[in-house]
Every structure is written in C-alpha cells, then in structure tokens.
C-alpha cells in the first residue's frame, strides 16, 4: 500500500477519497451528494450550509434594490432633517431636565430657614 498524500488513496495515489461522494471510475473524480463540493466532496458549496449541505441557499440582501422599503429620492432630505430636528429636541428636552434637577438639589436659602431658628439668649 502507497503512503499517499490526504484524501487520496490507491495503489498509484490516484483515487480521490471521497468523504460525502463516490467516485467516479471513468473520470476518477467526485460525484458530491446533496449540495457538497469537489473536489473531496468535504465542505458545502457557497450558499449551502447544513449537516449535509441540504439546506437551501442563504436569502440576504445583496442589493439596494432588494431592501424591502423603497424611498423616494425627493423625501430622502425632509425625513433626515425631520430626524436631525427630533435629535436636537431631545437633546433640549434632556438639558432643561438636568438643569431642573441640579436646581431642585440646591440648599434652601438662608432666609426661608433663618425664621425657624430661636432668638438669640440675651444676658
């Protein structure tokens, strides 16, 4: 028995060891079954994935035009100025919050809690 080189085996090293096929004798290549890939029949075609490679080829987007929303070119530019105008009102509506809070933390003033003090002790 030759010392043949991986996935190859043979008296000349010459028949391909097929891991999810047969070998064809005529053309001694792989027939890959389901949705493998030659030329060892060990990893799925580009697309395929699966166990077996048996699972339909992955939808994506691959385009523009195939993204589901279609936006007109004329409103591209009113619906950005819309986002950046709800940008920037939040970030108003965020700054008026925290300068409230920050004035409700501040100390009462010395007048409101100096009328609740007792009189001065006279001698």
Same mark, same amino acid.
């Not at 996935?7 to 043979?10: A, E, K, L, M, Y």
């Given at each position: 028995?030759?010392?043949c080189p991986p996935?190859?085996?043979?008296a000349?090293?010459?028949w391909p060891i097929c891991v999810h096929g047969r070998a064809n004798p005529a053309t001694k290549l792989c027939n890959c079954h389901n949705y493998y890939? +030659? +030329?060892f029949c060990i990893s799925c075609l580009p697309g395929y994935w699966g166990e077996s490679?048996?699972?339909q080829p992955l939808k994506g987007v691959t385009s523009a035009s195939d993204f589901p929303i279609r936006i007109p070119p004329i409103l591209i530019k009113p619906i950005l100025i819309a986002i950046a105008i709800l940008i920037l009102l939040m970030v108003v509506i965020l700054i008026y919050r925290v300068r409230i809070y920050i004035q409700?933390?501040?100390p009462p003033r010395y007048d409101d809690i100096a009328k609740d003090q007792p +009189?001065?002790?006279s001698s």
């Open positions: 028995m030759a010392n996935h190859w085996t043979g000349a090293c010459d890939s +030659p +030329p490679c048996d699972r409700s933390r501040k +009189p001065p002790y």
